[in-house]
C-alpha cells in the first residue's frame, strides 16, 4: 500500500470529516481507494480516539452515509468516537461484467476475498478492510486507536459487519447492523455474489454466511459477542427474502444467546431507506461506546 493522499476535510459537530486515497497492495490488486475519516474534537495523540467501521451496501461509496446519515457524526462527536468509511468495492478493475448489474462487481464487493478468477486479483474487501485499511489510517497519522475498534454496516455492509465481526473473533469489541443480510446462502443478493466471486460457490459461501457464523460459535465465547440490529418491517427487501432477520433472531434465541448479547429490534414503519438509517445510527455509536470506551 502507497500513495496516501489527503483529498479534502470538512469541520462537522466539533469534528473533523477527511477523505484520503490510496494505493492498494494485494487486497485490491492495486487500484487506488478512497475512504472517509471522521475525527472527533477530543481526539490527541496522548487521548487517541477508538474506531467505528462503517460499510456501506450495494450500489454505494464511501460516501453515501456521510451525506445521508450525519446523526453518525454527531453521536461519535458526543463520544469521542472516529467513524471510519471505506468504500463499497474496487473501483476500475476493468473485468468484463463489473458495471453490468448493480448487485455484482462494482459497488457489490460482499466484503469476501474472492478466488474466482479474474475477480479474486482485486475483489478481496475482506483483506482491505482487517488489513490495509488499519495500516492507512496508522500512516495517515490522525489520533485514532485502530486497536479498539468495532464496525457497524446497511444492507450488504451489514453483512458485511455481523460476517467480519463472527468470523474474526477479537478483533472488533462489537457489531451492529442496519437491515443486513443476515443468510446470504439463502437470498438471491448472496447466491449471485458467491457463485461470481467464489470457486465453491454458495458452498464456499457458508463460511461467509453470519446466520451460520452465529451457530458456530462455541459456548465458551457466547459470553464476549456483542451484536445489535435494526431492521424496518417496512422494507420490501425483507419481503422478497433478502435479509432474513427474523431467522437470525431465531438462531440467535434457539442456540442460547441472552438477549443482552444479541439485540434484534424490529421497527415498524420503517423501510431500507437512510432515512431508517439516519433514525437509529445515533442509538448505534452510543450502544458501540460501551464497547469501545470500556
Not at 465453491?200 to 464476549?224: C, F, H, N, T
Request: charged letters at 20%; proline letters at 5%.
Amino acid at each position: 500500500m502507497s500513495g496516501l493522499e489527503r483529498k479534502n476535510s470538512n469541520k462537522v459537530f466539533d469534528g473533523i470529516l477527511y477523505k484520503y486515497t490510496i494505493k492498494s497492495s494485494s487486497a485490491l490488486g492495486g487500484l487506488p481507494a478512497s475512504f472517509n475519516v471522521f475525527v472527533p474534537i477530543t481526539a490527541s495523540t496522548s487521548k487517541p480516539a477508538p474506531v467505528l467501521i462503517y460499510l456501506s451496501g450495494l450500489t454505494c461509496t464511501e460516501d453515501n452515509a456521510t451525506q445521508k446519515a450525519p446523526t453518525l457524526f454527531e453521536a461519535a462527536s458526543k463520544e469521542g468516537i472516529a467513524i471510519v468509511l471505506p468504500d463499497t468495492s474496487p473501483r476500475g478493475a476493468k473485468i468484463e461484467g463489473e458495471d453490468e448489474s448493480y448487485d455484482f462487481g462494482s459497488g457489490a464487493g460482499f466484503y469476501l476475498k474472492a478466488t474466482k478468477e479474474p475477480w479474486s486479483k482485486h475483489y478481496n474487501m475482506e483483506e482491505y478492510v482487517l488489513k490495509e485499511l488499519p495500516q492507512a489510517l496508522k500512516v495517515a497519522g490522525l489520533p485514532l486507536d485502530v486497536s479498539r475498534r468495532s464496525i457497524t454496516g446497511h444492507s450488504m455492509g451489514g453483512h458485511g459487519a455481523l460476517s467480519l465481526y463472527l468470523r474474526n473473533p477479537g478483533v472488533f469489541r462489537s457489531s451492529s447492523a442496519f437491515s443486513p443480510i443476515c443468510n446470504p446462502t439463502q437470498c438471491n443478493w448472496g447466491k449471485k455474489a458467491f457463485e461470481g466471486y467464489l470457486q465453491g460457490g454458495v458452498k464456499e459461501g457458508e463460511a461467509y454466511d453470519s446466520m451460520l457464523l452465529l451457530a458456530q460459535v462455541p459456548i465458551d465465547k457466547r459470553k464476549d459477542v456483542n451484536i445489535l440490529i435494526d431492521s424496518g418491517l417496512a422494507d420490501n427487501f425483507a419481503k422478497e427474502g433478502q435479509l432474513r432477520v427474523e431467522e437470525f433472531a431465531k438462531v440467535a434465541m434457539s442456540n442460547g444467546f441472552d438477549a443482552d448479547r444479541i439485540s434484534i429490534r424490529l421497527q415498524d414503519g420503517y423501510d431500507h431507506s437512510y432515512y431508517f438509517i439516519a433514525t437509529f445510527a445515533a442509538e448505534h455509536v452510543h450502544w458501540h461506546a460501551k464497547f469501545l470506551k470500556g
